[in-house]
């Protein structure tokens, strides 16, 4: 199945992340931004869930195919070799600054974060996680799909409610507050695999549809303030929430045909964008760090530095993935000539 659509859902999720740490959360909300731009992270989850699983399901659903060289090889191309980049070019800032402090770099490697701490950068730590635990969470939604998701939903809610108590770096780059969303993009994954294509109108659809509307109205009088009984640094960005990034991710689903029919070669242009989100995810750590602070420039008005910030941001962050990608073939090339 032609999956281009799950591309302009992280194409636009990633413009979200930026336009959201181009500005102060008084802003966020005064634009109701929490109906679209505030819901990158969650999509970006979804979408992960989703295009692993079929990835998996596709390649072998047995453990030892699921734990396998092949795979571990493959994640760490994907994302650890480009994360290896931007570790790197951070501790070059931090040499030519005189400010390597190596016992720092290397209590922040274990959670895979750079060097230099940036917007966002607790979603890397999400990633190497989810490497190695998400074959088992699929093996076990591949046998038992309902009851795997209800146990993903259950930790997670556990972990949002044990979430005071614990510390803060624990919570910050703890995977399971972001459980509720990867379960989810398991079950639209299954819906593309029972229906050997995306089917909308399914009894399951309807249920995420009606609790896509719930959490739209838990966004709508909640934004801005603290979900009674979790922390309060993410506000709403939790499993109550996580059923509207759903909705839009299977309006995206849905709207495949329109994609491929209507302005195919701008949607193909946004697409791109999507295939370079992790680079440009990283690209933007290093630009909304402290370090970088003063290159930024201040037009004042905080909706005028969107633009700026986008602009640079892609920009940079799609020179990288194309650099990557041609670096990627050439070394497959060689390995081709060379068998």
Not at 75 to 90: E, G, I, N, T
Not at 264 to 274: D, E, L, N, S, T
Request: net charge positive; glycine share 6%.
């Amino acid at each position: 199945m032609d999956l281009q659509q799950i591309d302009i859902v992280k194409a636009l999720a990633i413009i979200g992340v930026i336009t959201t740490h181009s500005v102060l959360l008084s802003f966020i909300l005064a634009a109701d931004m929490q109906f679209y731009a505030w819901q990158a992270m969650p999509l970006f989850v979804i979408c992960t869930g989703l295009l692993w699983y079929l990835s998996f399901y596709k390649n072998g659903t047995n453990l030892k195919q699921m734990y396998s060289f092949k795979y571990f090889k493959s994640k760490f191309s994907r994302f650890v070799l480009p994360f290896a980049v931007l570790f790197a070019l951070d501790l070059a800032i931090l040499y030519s600054t005189g400010a390597v402090n190596l016992r720092n770099v290397l209590s922040r490697l274990q959670y895979m974060q750079p060097p230099i701490s940036g917007a966002g950068d607790y979603y890397l730590a999400f990633i190497l996680e989810l490497i190695f635990v998400a074959p088992l969470i699929f093996y076990c939604f591949h046998k038992k799909p309902l009851a795997t998701v209800a146990t993903l939903f259950l930790l997670d809610l556990a972990f949002e409610l044990m979430g005071p108590y614990m510390d803060e770096t624990t919570y910050y780059f703890g995977v399971i507050r972001m459980f509720s969303a990867f379960a989810l993009g398991l079950v639209l994954a299954r819906n593309i695999v029972e229906n050997s294509g995306w089917k909308l109108r399914t009894k399951s659809n309807v249920a995420l549809i009606a609790l896509g509307f719930c959490s739209a109205v838990f966004l709508f009088f909640n934004a801005g303030k603290p979900t009674p009984m979790f922390r309060p640094e993410w506000l709403t960005m939790n499993l109550y929430s996580f059923f509207y990034p759903t909705v839009l991710v299977m309006a995206a689903l849905s709207l495949g045909p329109f994609f491929r029919q209507y302005a195919q070669r701008f949607w193909v242009k946004v697409a791109v964008i999507g295939k370079a989100s992790y680079h440009i995810f990283l690209v933007q750590i290093l630009f909304f760090s402290p370090v970088l602070a003063g290159l930024k420039l201040d037009f004042g008005w905080e909706g005028w530095n969107i633009p700026f910030n986008l602009s640079v941001t892609l920009a940079f962050g799609l020179v990288f993935y194309f650099v990557d990608l041609r670096m990627r073939r050439a070394y497959a090339n060689m390995k081709k000539g060379k068998s």
